[in-house]
């Protein structure tokens, strides 16, 4: 069984930082694509920012300059720096992976279980 498990969202002021982490445990032979999510009230989950295994990085364009997503490949862990956070940053962010549990196993999407982040003004 293959869990993510997310840390480090809060309350934040306008202009502050957090720093979200999820870590990936359980029956895991490889991870591929690694990302962020994020859904405010009333809207769809959007992509905030995503990571390759060789660390390619792609992010939606509202984040782009404030956002930093990076990886662990040995903790199996996927990070988001969050800098400059504004009011509409405000909304439950989610973890994401791709990954297999054997060599021979087809890839599965798996998903964390959400973190609050708020921005207040």
């Known amino acids: 069984q293959v869990q993510l498990v997310e840390s480090g969202g809060g309350l934040v002021q306008a202009g502050g930082s957090l720093r979200l982490s999820c870590a990936v445990s359980g029956s895991i032979f490889s991870i591929n694509a690694m990302a962020w999510y994020r859904q405010a009230p009333g809207k769809q989950r959007e992509l905030v920012a995503s990571i390759t295994t060789s660390s390619s990085t792609n992010y939606e364009d509202s984040v782009k300059g404030r956002f930093t997503i990076s990886r662990d490949n040995a903790k199996n862990t996927v990070y988001l720096q969050m800098s400059s956070l504004k009011p509409e940053d405000t909304a439950v962010y989610y973890c994401?992976?791709?990954?297999?549990?054997?060599?021979?196993?087809?890839?599965?999407?798996?998903w964390g279980q959400g973190t609050q982040v708020t921005v207040s003004s």
């Open positions: 994401y992976c791709n990954a297999r549990a054997r060599s021979y196993s087809p890839f599965n999407v798996y």
